[in-house]
């Protein structure tokens, strides 16, 4: 999903509150996704600047109130990679106020670091990089809370991050055919996205094809999502083939794929940065891993259920049938009591 372009872009400060803290960000959808607890935690504080691609401050913004988009593709951020960059006045006059600093972007022996530890002299800097080592035990945002707290940053800030991430995690789907699940829009479609980043977390199309087809014998509305990636990996007549039985949306932008998400009764799809936004939004979500580990990389959702299988795998290790179960589940009131269950089906 790209940005609008006709879309204006502010190329100025002027007029933005002072972000008392500062995240600054360049990852994919998903991994950006997965910093709006931090953003919440923050927001609790004071003014958050979300500093990245315009279209994924945008959405933080949207997603996360007290957020303030700012784009991140301005010359202004990208100079202070440079070892003697020009100094920016209107950055450097918001920069000099910030109290917290938090970069996805560079190490802290890094010119980008020299330069913003000069021009923000009071803020508290954390350099965090954005995917755990391999040997991480536990979910990628809580690696994001132990750099912090080895930044010296105050404790609070991490529990307020984590009080932010179980709030989120609160009650997540079952997958059993017989549990009761969170109950989704009854008249919204049930959303497909069958594509990812990578071709191996993909979970086979004619898998997705034959989910897509036994919702509807179900009575199921189908919408089926295809990003760039899939326009630019599917050969055409896939593309048409799949027109002319389901109902196709190819989204323009973040802003789009957000409006759709909010309709939506339910949604499957692979370990991808659209599952990870309708997890966070709220849709019940089913998320299909297979060579990726869900201990560190499960969206983060009030309504989720992860299919994974016992360690990595290709991602043909998964029949259809559990998965229809569980978006069967979706739908259904949940029961009074009735744990949540996270193990593979």
């Given at each position: 999903?790209v940005?609008d372009?006709?879309?204006?872009r502010p190329?100025s400060?002027?007029?933005?509150p002072?972000?008392?803290?500062i ?9 950006h996704?997965?910093?709006f ?23 933080a ?6 957020v303030?988009?700012?784009d991140?593709?301005q ?6 990679f ?5 100094v920016?006045p209107?950055?450097?006059e918001?920069?000099a106020?910030?109290?917290r600093?938090v ?7 890094d010119f980008?670091a020299?330069?913003v ?9 954390a350099?965090?990089p954005?995917?755990?080592p391999d040997d991480?035990?536990?979910?990628a945002t ?18 307020a ?10 009650a997540d789907?079952?997958g059993?055919s ?7 829009s009854v008249?919204?479609?049930v ?7 990578a071709?191996?977390?993909c979970?086979?199309?004619?898998r997705?094809?034959s ?6 014998g179900?009575g199921r509305?189908?919408q089926?999502?295809?990003?760039e990636?899939e ?5 055409e007549?896939e593309i048409?083939?799949?027109?002319a039985?389901?109902?196709v949306?190819?989204?323009d ?5 957000e ?7 339910a ?5 991808s940065g659209?599952?990870h936004l309708?997890?966070?939004m709220?849709?019940p979500?089913?998320a299909?891993?297979?060579?990726t ?10 309504r989720?259920?992860?299919f ?5 795998s290709?991602?043909?290790?998964l ?7 569980a978006?069967a ?6 029961r ?5 269950a996270?193990?593979?089906a």
């Open positions: 999903m940005s372009p006709s879309e204006r190329g400060l002027d007029g933005l002072p972000g008392l803290s995240v600054v960000h360049t990852g994919t959808l998903g991994d996704v997965l910093t607890p931090l953003l919440r935690a923050l927001a609790d504080r004071g003014p958050v600047w979300a500093v990245t691609g315009w279209a994924a401050a945008r959405l913004a949207r997603r996360v109130a007290g303030v988009a700012v991140g593709d010359p202004r951020w990208a100079r202070l440079g070892p003697q960059p020009p920016d209107a950055l450097a918001r920069l106020t910030a109290q600093i970069s996805f972007v560079a190490g802290p022996s980008w020299v330069n530890a000069a021009l923000a002299p009071r803020a508290r800097l350099f965090v954005p995917r755990p991480w035990p536990g979910h809580e690696w994001f809370d132990a750099r912090l707290v080895d930044a010296g940053w105050p404790a609070g800030i991490a529990r991050h984590a009080a932010a991430r179980a709030a989120a995690r609160s789907l079952p059993d017989d549990a009761g699940g969170v109950a989704g008249d919204g479609a959303v497909l996205h069958p594509g990812s980043g071709v191996a977390k979970w086979p199309a004619d997705f094809w989910l897509a087809h036994a919702l509807r179900e509305r189908v089926v999502v295809l990003g990636a326009r630019a990996r599917w050969h007549a048409r083939r799949w027109r039985a389901f109902d949306r190819l989204p932008s973040l802003v789009d794929l409006a759709l998400l909010g309709e939506a009764g949604y499957v799809g692979n370990d659209p599952t309708a997890a966070e709220g849709v979500t089913v299909l891993f297979g060579p580990m869900p201990h560190v990389w499960r969206p983060i959702g009030p989720t259920k992860v994974a299988p016992p360690s990595p290709a991602m043909d290790w029949a259809v049938d559990p998965v229809a179960r978006v589940a979706a739908f259904r009131p949940p009074v009591g009735t744990a949540a996270d193990s593979p």
